[in-house]
């Protein structure tokens, strides 16, 4: 249900939240620009309860939140959320670029492609340190030594860093070291992931598994809101289709169907989708048609020697092109790069 506030006094809504949670509920007070909302979440069953709260005279109305996804929706919040993670800031104006390796491979690697990063107006440097592959003999990542040269060469860069934690586990290590924590395709499902990722202050970047529906998708992002994280990147990075001439199919339509949906920022990874260097800046330049908060791309000084991901990668000059390709389109659509 959602408590609309008809004030915006502090003691008010302190009341408001005190007697949610004792009927129960989670309390979770969004602060809109027009109007404080309290979305009280938790079993649906008797939830008719929370109507007595309209007596208050501080309350003005109280409705049913309609939707599966509450604090994931518009309902609660129509105006689009701005994740800032450091100096970086996705959604609502603010387009967003996520740049850097798959793999994080060396600290001559990752401080050259930080550098490059950084010289070609990326907002924000990605690397894996722990790799979710999908053969045990792959390549699996430098694990904590790989967290610390990202975490160094995106602050000798000045860039915030993004990486993948791919179990609850490693979660409070791995906030530790990254500025925003990234959720795996293979594991957009792992429940007790989201909930982890959930209690961390970290803002957190949520991958489409690659046969979920939008749907479900949302409904993770609620898993990590519940949990009291706010600060969530929704990202579509291609499904599984009957094609076989890309590595997956970008569902550029998830990003309008998203952004009606939902306040949260919509990424595009215009690299896992496609699987080829070439085809990147061409999605990229429609993400941002479409709409979309930003893109996730991989860059690789060399993509030939690259320990992962080397054929999806853009070289240097094809990043500073995208780069140059996506400026008047951002600037179109009425945002900032
Ligand atoms: C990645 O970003 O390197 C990655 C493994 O992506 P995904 O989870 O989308 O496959
Ligand atoms: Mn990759």
């Given at each position: 249900m959602i408590i609309v506030m008809g004030s915006r006094e502090q003691r008010d809504v302190d009341n408001v939240v005190s007697k949610v949670e004792q009927l129960g509920y989670k309390a979770h007070v969004i602060l809109g620009v027009e109007r404080t909302v309290v979305a009280a979440v938790g079993d649906e069953r008797d939830k008719q309860r929370l109507t007595a709260l309209e007596?208050?005279?501080?309350?003005?109305?109280?409705?049913?939140?309609l939707k599966p996804f509450k604090l994931a929706g518009r309902e609660v919040k129509s105006e689009s959320s701005v994740v800032e993670c450091g100096s970086a800031k996705i959604g609502g104006k603010h387009f967003g670029v996520v740049a850097g390796?798959?793999?994080?491979?060396?600290?001559?690697?990752?401080?050259?492609t930080a550098a490059i990063c950084k010289q070609y107006g990326?907002?924000?440097?990605?690397?894996?340190?722990?790799?979710?592959?999908?053969?045990?003999?792959?390549?699996?990542?430098?694990?904590?030594?790989?967290?610390?040269?990202?975490?160094?060469?995106?602050?000798?860069?000045?860039?915030p860093v993004v990486t993948e934690v791919i179990t609850p586990d490693n979660v409070p290590l791995v906030a530790s070291y990254a500025d925003m924590l990234q959720i795996g395709a293979r594991n957009m499902q792992n429940?007790?992931?989201?909930?982890?990722?959930?209690?961390?202050?970290n803002p957190v970047f949520l991958k489409r598994g690659m046969a979920a529906t939008i749907q479900e998708l949302l409904m993770c992002a609620e898993y990590i809101l519940s949990e009291g994280n706010p600060n969530v990147i929704l990202c579509e990075r291609g499904i599984r289709t009957f094609e076989t001439e890309t590595r997956n199919t970008l569902d550029i339509q998830a990003v309008p169907?998203?952004?009606?949906?939902?306040?949260l920022p919509v990424v595009i990874d215009p690299s896992h989708s496609t699987g080829h260097w070439d085809l990147v800046t061409p999605m990229a330049c429609a993400a941002v048609a479409a709409g979309a908060d930003g893109i996730m791309v991989e860059v690789h000084p060399r993509p030939a020697e690259a320990f992962s991901d080397g054929p999806q990668s853009l070289?240097?000059?094809?990043?500073?092109?995208?780069?140059?390709?996506?400026?008047?389109?951002?600037?179109?659509?009425g945002k900032v790069l």
């Open positions: 007596s208050l005279p501080y309350v003005e109305q109280v409705v049913p939140i390796p798959c793999s994080v491979e060396s600290r001559e690697q990752i401080n050259e990326a907002h924000m440097l990605r690397g894996g340190a722990y790799k979710p592959r999908t053969s045990p003999y792959s390549f699996q990542g430098l694990e904590e030594e790989g967290l610390k040269l990202l975490k160094e060469a995106g602050q000798a860069n000045g860039l429940y007790g992931l989201l909930k982890a990722v959930g209690k961390v202050k169907v998203l952004k009606k949906y939902t306040h070289k240097p000059d094809n990043f500073a092109d995208l780069m140059k390709r996506i400026k008047p389109l951002v600037e179109i659509m």
